[in-house]
């Protein structure tokens, strides 16, 4: 019985620390400038980066340069705060096995 008591809270360490990658999901966009962001779009010359491959290149450029300059403008999205919800469920999980263990070492 008591292996159901052992919890070690390292097993959840990665649902503590999420991971935000760069790319447009990291992105919090409801908190940007876009004054400023069509500006630095404006100084842009897309002919120029249209021009400088082929047709098959240009898509994998563009989404390249756009991911580059939001990178720079846009605010990354906070990491959310609070313990996550699986954490909590196995916390109340242990507090109900340890009411119940000690209500069965009491008979």
């Known amino acids: 019985?008591?292996?159901?008591?052992?919890?070690s809270p390292s097993i959840l360490a990665c649902l503590r620390t999420?991971?935000?990658?760069?790319?447009?999901?990291?992105?919090?966009?409801?908190r940007t400038n876009f004054s400023e962001l069509n500006?630095?779009?404006?100084?842009?010359?897309?002919?120029?980066?249209?021009?400088?491959g082929t047709f098959e290149e240009f898509p994998a450029k563009f989404t390249k340069?756009?991911?580059?300059?939001?990178?720079?403008n846009v605010p990354k999205k906070r990491p959310p705060s609070g313990k996550p919800k699986l954490y909590n469920s196995v916390?109340?999980?242990?507090?109900?096995?340890?009411i119940r263990l000690?209500?069965?070492?009491?008979?």
């Open 18 to 30: 999420p991971k935000l990658h760069s790319n447009f999901r990291s992105l919090d966009f409801n």
């Open 102 to 107: 000690s209500a069965a070492t009491l008979r």
């Open 1 to 7: 019985m008591t292996w159901l008591m052992s919890f």
């Open 65 to 72: 340069k756009l991911l580059t300059v939001c990178l720079e």
């Open 91 to 98: 916390r109340r999980r242990k507090s109900k096995l340890k």
């Open 39 to 52: 500006k630095v779009f404006s100084g842009i010359d897309w002919k120029e980066l249209r021009d400088s």
